[in-house]
């Protein structure tokens, strides 16, 4: 019995010597997702002698070699370094006529025709694996926004793709940390029905033909302290999805003019701003300190803040008819009048005031204050950014 057997076997192999074999590989192109694995099929239906049997993987448009299984293990020394591990052969299965390629971490340029090739000393054959489409969907644009209540911001995502815009199934604008669904593109409308009642009226896509291009980014109108949050971009085509989120961060002056009422009181409960006055000739007057008022309104408020406002912080205060009738002193991170020197602790020295007094202003870039006439009259100071 054992006879018959090696004697059939041995009949298979001549009749595979004399006829040769046949290589096969898939019934067409393959498709794979960007970054995804894609296995490339190589064949024989009939186990080959393992002696002097070879399997060569190579790049039919640039000739790279990917993978060689040669004397009975795989070479990798010998193959393109783009393909360094990431290009696996699987040599057990080799005595079961099964020479597929396993390639990883699919990139773009991987796309392109294959061929395997199987080497026995008596005959050779080989057959083609063509990569037709790399799919892919990657979508970008994080980033943070910095937004005062009021403004207009865009909430920037772009999705990159290869597929026809009209087959990108779904893009949404969500915001993530309350999960409100804020925009919503579904086959090829945008359904402003299933915007979130917050954002009703405040928020649109860019044109069409900006989205045919992959512009997905959203215009946020009317900025309030609630917008503030993560906000996530999703796209979907298929089993591809891809995501980018955005921040906004609000600046609310409201929280300046808090800090602008607290920044005066300190400034009045602490600094004594009037000192004794100084006579025209330089004397010292050791009387009549003038009585003084501090208010403030404006929307101007914390150190945070000055650089930035476009308002206006103002002071007044009362000057005693006894104080000095005229002088002029440099205003610059406090005002000096005839009857002593007012302090603004946050004022630096590359700001400006304008100080009038009776309709009389004295404007930049003197940066000077003038006391004139009766002083019973309120003079008035304001800082300007």
Partial sequence: MEAAVLLWFHLLLLVIFCNGFHVQGPSGSLTVQLGDSVMLPCFVETPLPMEDLEVEWKRIDSGSLVHLWQNGESRPESQNQRYHERAHFFSEKVAHGNFSLLLTNVTQEDAGVYKCVIHTNQHSDETLIEIMEIERLIVSGGHVISAHAGEEITLNCSVDSHIPSEKIEEVSWKKQDEDLLVLLYQEGEILTESTHDRFKDRVEFFSAEDRNKGNFSMRLKDVRIEDKGLYICSAFSG??????????????????????????????????????????????????????????????????????????????????????????TPARNGMMTSNGLLTLGLIKSSHFMTCSHQGVTTQPPSRTCSCQGATVHPLTCSHTV
């Fill in 239 to 328: 089993d591809l999805s891809d995501n980018t989120t955005v921040e906004v961060q609000q600046l609310d002056g409201h929280l300046a003019v808090q800090s602008a009422l607290v920044l005066c009181l300190n400034i009045t409960l602490s600094i004594g701003f009037i000192l004794w006055g100084v006579t025209e000739e330089a004397a010292v007057v050791t009387h009549n300190k003038a009585k003084q008022t501090w208010q403030t309104d404006t929307k101007l408020s914390s150190e945070a803040d000055l650089a930035a406002a476009n308002d206006k912080l103002y002071c007044k205060f009362n000057l005693p008819t006894s104080a000095p009738r005229q002088r002029q």
